[in-house]
T-cell receptor, first 114, second 112 residues
Framework: GAGVSQSPRYKVAKRGQDVALRCDPI?????LFWYQQALGQGPEFLTY????????KSGLPSDRFFAERPEGSVSTLKIQRTQQEDSAVYLC????????????FGPGTRLLVL | GDSVTQMEGPVTLSEEAFLTINCTYT??????LFWYVQYPGEGLQLLLK?????DKGSNKGFEATYRKETTSFHLEKGSVQVSDSAVYFC???????????FGKGTRLHILP
């Protein structure tokens, strides 16, 4: 079956532009996570949804980062006024019921801010 | 805070060599422990996991044992293949919250 998909796969933005990154979780998965992976580093947690509720946003690095999942399926991570330090791979993961279940990761969106 | 430390790479081995990638963790309580693998051009995949002390996770010939006394979860494989070339991430999840905390990753190169 289909796994987690993300779009776009690559995004180049000029500093100051807004970007929107999309995540389509596995159908029926309740929990959805966003992670940020800088070059040569492990992924770092950004935020977590259970259905449409954002239960944890403690990892969002600044108020320029915003995530939503209005209907409890597709999620969008928005970054306003992008900065060079936002350049990273943004990973989305989903799990079937509780977050204690295995998280399945998408291929990521590689964001480059010039 | 909670953290994972794993050996730095790259690690280069010949095919059929024995592999160990060291991983230690710091966490309160009793975390679940994971190894994820990222093959070139692909997304992160769960390789194996262990949820309590002395559990052994295994998959595709890889093994790791949850050692609470040494706070370790070292990854081992008896005979590596070229197809095992990838980046390996050790990770934990506490019972306190839902996020996964990853190490920095270890790049593994297997030479034919």
């Amino acid at each position: 079956g289909a796994g987690v998909s993300q779009s776009p796969r690559y995004k180049v933005a000029k500093r100051g532009q807004d970007v929107a990154l999309r995540c389509d979780p596995i159908s029926g998965h309740v929990s959805l996570f966003w992670y940020q992976q800088a070059l040569g580093q492990g992924p770092e947690f950004l935020t977590y949804f259970q259905n449409e509720a954002q239960l944890d946003k403690s990892g969002l690095p600044s108020d320029r980062f915003f995530a939503e999942r209005p209907e409890g399926s597709v999620s969008t991570l928005k970054i306003q006024r992008t900065q060079q330090e936002d350049s990273a791979v943004y990973l989305c993961a989903s799990s079937s019921s509780t977050p204690k279940e295995t998280q399945y990761f998408g291929p990521g969106t590689r964001l480059l801010v010039l | 805070g909670d953290s994972v430390t794993q050996m730095e790479g790259p690690v280069t081995l010949s095919e059929e060599a024995f592999l160990t990638i060291n991983c230690t963790y710091t966490a309160t309580g009793y975390p679940s422990l994971f190894w994820y693998v990222q093959y070139p051009g692909e997304g992160l995949q769960l390789l194996l996991k262990a949820t309590k002390a002395d559990d052994k996770g295994s998959n595709k010939g890889f093994e790791a044992t949850y050692r609470k006394e040494t706070t370790s979860f070292h990854l081992e494989k008896g005979s590596v293949q070229v197809s095992d070339s990838a980046v390996y991430f050790c990770a934990l999840r506490t019972n306190r919250d839902d996020k996964i905390i990853f190490g920095k990753g270890t790049r593994l190169h297997i030479l034919p």
